[in-house]
């Protein structure tokens, strides 16, 4: 997996100027691979000299990303429509010249926007925006947010993410990429599962999996371990022996209500509390598993708001 910093036109400098070098540094640090290099035709940024820059670089990389600032993010959208990415961070995007004679020459708005296809080739796509970015307005990014579905982050604040505001550091960028890099850095954490009623549902006198549980949860890289206390005979009666996950149960000794039951998976897997997250239906197991510095999610079963659940994970990931 190769990451490239494709930075913003007028002849940016990524070893010296704004968060570029911090940004390298960091993801250095946690040991990618990380291409950082003054692009050609730095003013004006033209797409007949950028996109194949970035293609040469990125070339027999079967999982690149491309951090895109400004012309960066122009240049890594058109990209995508014709080439395969694990992911994309695109800062102060736009997908009009804005009427900048300097935007322009660049040619990347001579086309129609090919969206579906950048959906298609890219697995996740993250976003930055600010309401006070000087050269862009907040309505071109929303556009491009809603096109591409992007995990859209906008701030009040933030300018240009550039000069403008003094931006040396983008800890909010790290953060965000690290969350889906986890795999290749080692440090992605652990999704501790609650089994009977919450991933496993009954329905008409049986039980089964909750489908839609299990596509929000299949959307997330991280290592999935399905918590119960069941004994053989539970096993089969709630279909535990055909989980798409890993199970692990006590057998009732000890019970999720005693701290205890948490102290011995996290022995098990070799785990620490800091290395997982966890939701559970029953409040007593929930505040069993808190009791030892464990993060945990109250999941009502009754109601199965989803949509707070994810909010959960995507904040504690």
Known sequence: MRIMLVPGNGNA?????????????QLRSLGLEVVAENMPDADLARREYWLPFIEAKLEGDDNPVIIGHSSGATAAMRFAETHRLLGMALVSACYTDLGYDSEKVSHYFDDPWQWEKIKGNVKWIIQF???????????EARFVAERLGSDYKEY???????SDVNKTEFPELLEALKKRLGPWTGSMKTILVDAVYTFVIQEEGSFKIFEE???????FPNRKIILTMADKEGFKRYGLDKMPYEVFTTGRNPEKADPKYYETVL???????????????????????????????????????????????????
């Open 129 to 139: 925006h600010s309401l006070n970015d000087p050269y862009i307005p907040v309505e």
């Open 213 to 219: 549980m299990r596509g929000l949860l299949d959307a």
């Open 13 to 25: 400098d990524v070893h010296s100027e704004i968060w570029y070098q911090w940004m390298t540094k």
């Open 267 to 317: 022995k098990h897997f070799g785990l620490s509390k800091d290395d997982v997250v966890y939701f559970e239906h029953d409040e007593k197991a929930v505040e069993s598993a808190r009791s030892i510095g464990i993060k945990a999610y109250h999941y009502d079963s009754g109601k199965r708001d989803l949509a707070a659940l994810k909010r959960f994970l995507d904040e504690n990931l």
């Open 156 to 162: 009040p604040d933030q300018g240009h993410f550039s």
